[in-house]
């Protein structure tokens, strides 16, 4: 995807995938972030990549955690904070501008850019709509960098299993094959469900959602 096909999607405020309170699935399997009943979440720093303006970063928080996120638009991250109600520090680099506050950290710009010292330590990677926003051609490189920035650091993933010809992505089918041939070097995975899209995708295309926990 060309990165103005998304400054265009949250300029147009085209934000279907955006989900107002949450995912329930980062609930449901948390402790593959922050440890069993959340017990290591103050000692914890989860970075979600492509990351919106995800309320899943507000659920994080809530728990104790550090956060660290990467999103290429500026209007998502202005809209996090209002979200948030929080007024954020912004200073400029070579990379894009920084968001940070108390325990959050976003790096405005491509994701690619981002190098390990730009990051620094994580614990953690939330991949929700992250993976699946990006094409075939592009999902290797970026999975090989996540594990390079984050220094294989253990993920939780949710992706969507659906016949691709029946709708063009994003977001796109990342089955338990693909996630395995793009990963399995790297992690041992486990999938931890699969269960269906309610009402669809996008309310058209019958779908499944898929978690894994990627650990080493
Ligand atoms: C499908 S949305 C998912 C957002 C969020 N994870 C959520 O669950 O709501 C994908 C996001 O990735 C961002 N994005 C796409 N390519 C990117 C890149 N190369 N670097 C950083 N962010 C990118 C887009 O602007 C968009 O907000």
New binding site residues.
Partial sequence: ?EHSF?HSK?HNNEIG???PTGNALLVKYSDVLLGPNGDEASQKRIFVP???K?RDIAWLLSKGCQVAG????EV?ITQLFDDLDITPTVKSSSKGKVYSAPNLTIFVG???SLRRDDIGKVTGVYD???LV?LPDDLRRKYANHLVDITHNAPQLVITFDYDQSELPG??FCVNDEMVADLYASNYSILQLERSNVEGGLKRKVKADSLVFKLSL
């Fill in positions: 995807m998304w949250w995938f955006h989900e492509l990351c919106g995800t990467a999103e290429l638009s998502a491509d994701i690619f929700r709509a992250a926003a994003p977001p």
